[in-house]
């Protein structure tokens, strides 16, 4: 199956800013796939097999969060600190998690995309996550 999509950029935004973040779920369920592509250029074309969050064990879920946002470690990533910070590279939190999944409760933090950064003992890993109420 094939879909597009085209969104016309207000003159005001500057698309050098500006990423395009898309999910395959469910309706209101889990989220499949993820992907945030930046948005200068006009047009991104992305084709790859579906994974589930579970499977890979690394993507943050539900995208996009509106009460709770789950990062899970996969199993190399023991005694690991993730550091989130949102747009404007203000800290938002930092815990060390030993294994499993970190759950965050995100009810009272402003709409926005956030940024995070997991750091143990076998490297790092950049990710991102939404929050919308």
Excluded: K
């Amino acid at each position: 199956m094939s879909r597009s999509y085209a969104y016309t950029v207000p003159e005001e935004w500057d698309i050098a800013n500006c990423e395009v973040v898309a999910f395959v779920s469910e309706y209101q369920g889990e989220i499949y796939q993820a992907r945030s592509v930046i948005a200068d250029g006009g047009f991104t074309t992305a084709v790859s097999e579906l994974t589930s969050p579970t499977a890979t064990g690394t993507l943050p879920f539900p995208v996009p969060a509106s009460d709770r946002v789950l990062i899970p470690l996969s199993a190399d990533e023991n005694q690991a600190t993730i550091r989130i910070v949102d747009d404007l590279g203000h800290e938002v939190r930092r815990e060390r998690c030993s294994s499993g999944t970190l759950g965050l409760d995100v009810r009272a933090w402003p709409v926005g995309m956030y940024s995070f950064r997991v750091t143990s003992s076998n490297g790092l890993r950049n990710g991102r996550f939404a929050v919308l109420h």
